[in-house]
Structures are given as C-alpha cells and as structure tokens.
C-alpha cells in the first residue's frame, strides 16, 4: 500500500467554485502533514501545513483526521492561477528528519 | 538568494553514456534531496543526505550515486544510463537541523529540474 493515496482527479471547475481534495496516509505514525502545489512543468512548493486544529490561508483550508487517517484541502471562490497539481504530503515520525512521502498529485483545472 | 539551483536543465543521452547532475543550494540548508517524477508515479526519493560527506538511499536508488563533497551541493550520478531513468529530477535541501520542528519545518524547496532523455 503506497504511503499517500491521493484521487488523480482530473477536477474541472469554474472560476468562483469551490473545491475540495482528499488524501489519505497509511502510516499512523505520520507526524507533519503539508499541501504542496505544482504547476505545469515546474517544481512543487510548499501551499501550506496542516495542523492538527485545522488551519486556514485566505481562501485555502486544510482539515487533518488522525484518527481516519486523512487530510484535506479546500479551496473557495476558485481563480484561473489555482490550476494546478495538488501534492498531499506526509513526514513520518522517527524517519529520517526531514524525509517526505509524496502523494501523486491531484489536477486541478479551474476555467473562466 | 538564488535558492536551489540545478544544472543542466535538459539532457539527452544514450544508452550507456554517463551523467552528472549538479545541484547547488545558497540557504545553509543540512539536508539535501534527489527526487525523480515520472507520469502518475510521484515523487520518488532516489537519494538523500544529511550533511556533508553523509548519504542515503531512498525509495529508488537502483542505477544511481551521489556525492555530498561540500554542504551546499549534492551530486547525482548516472554511470551507464538507461531509458528506464528517462525521467524529470528534482533536487531540493530543507532547513538546517534544529529548526525542522518549527512552523514550516519540514519544507523542502526545490530546484526547477532536470530533464532527462534516455534513447
């Protein structure tokens, strides 16, 4: 079973939509949770960190349940420079420090 | 600061021929990263290092060898390249030991990548 299971998508929205993704970690002892976004042919950057209270980043909302095992990001009132790839990321507690398991990625495309 | 920087950008080679990637990082950063990407594969982590003169294998390091000489780069060496290495590299360092548990502990920055042909 892979470390980070995330949905490929594609998501097709319209500008102003909102729009959720999904991830899910199979290693309970996965410690720091991150969103990374990637755009076309370019390298991924950190969006944001998810805590365990949940936290928000102007119109970006991550949401962590230990317990499921799942993480999630959402995002509202949709721009065209949303389009993207979405990395769901995990760090697990006792690896290497530092060491991040990467999801797929799930694509977003956002459309006037 | 440039941040991370990789080079070349695009390469092609043939099989068998040989290759080394460069990345650089300027952030006095300990821990450095070889990724590959591939089409509905991911990130995966081919090697890793710690600090200088320390290296690790990752999730693929089949094919591959690196070299930490100096703390702000790390090497990636294909010794008779194949097209299954035919990928996208990433490198990418994190911040110093220490301050990994902070707010955006853990972040790695990346490089812009390395396009690599295998024909």
């Known amino acids: 079973r892979k470390e980070v299971e995330q949905d490929p998508g594609p998501f097709n929205v319209p500008e102003g939509a909102t729009v959720a993704f999904n991830c899910t970690y199979s290693n309970s002892a996965s410690q720091s949770f991150f969103w990374y976004r990637q755009d076309c042919r370019k390298e991924p950057k950190l969006l944001m960190s998810v805590y365990s209270s949940g936290n928000e980043d102007g119109r970006f909302t991550a949401q962590l349940n230990r317990a499921s095992q799942y993480i999630s990001l959402l995002i509202r009132d949709s721009k065209l420079s949303d389009s993207a790839t979405y990395l769901c990321?995990?760090?697990?507690?006792?690896?290497?420090?530092?060491?991040?398991?990467f999801g797929r990625g799930t694509q977003l495309t956002v459309w006037p | 600061n440039a941040g991370v920087t990789q080079t070349p950008k695009f390469r092609v080679l043939k099989t068998g021929q040989s290759m080394t990637l460069l990345c650089a990082q300027d952030m006095n950063h300990e821990y450095m990263y070889w990724y590959r990407q591939d089409p509905g594969m991911g990130l995966r982590l081919i090697h890793y290092?710690?600090?200088?003169?320390?290296?690790a294998k990752g999730e693929v390091p089949d094919g591959y060898n690196v070299s930490r000489l100096k703390k702000q780069n790390f090497l990636l060496g294909l010794e008779s390249a194949a097209p299954s290495q035919t990928s996208v590299y990433f490198c990418a360092s994190s911040y110093p030991k220490g301050l990994a548990g902070g707010p955006r502990g853990n972040e790695q920055f990346f490089g812009p990548g390395t396009r690599l042909t295998v024909l």
């Open positions: 990321v995990v760090n697990r507690r006792g690896s290497t420090l530092g060491r991040l398991y």
């Open positions: 290092s710690v600090g200088e003169g320390t290296t």
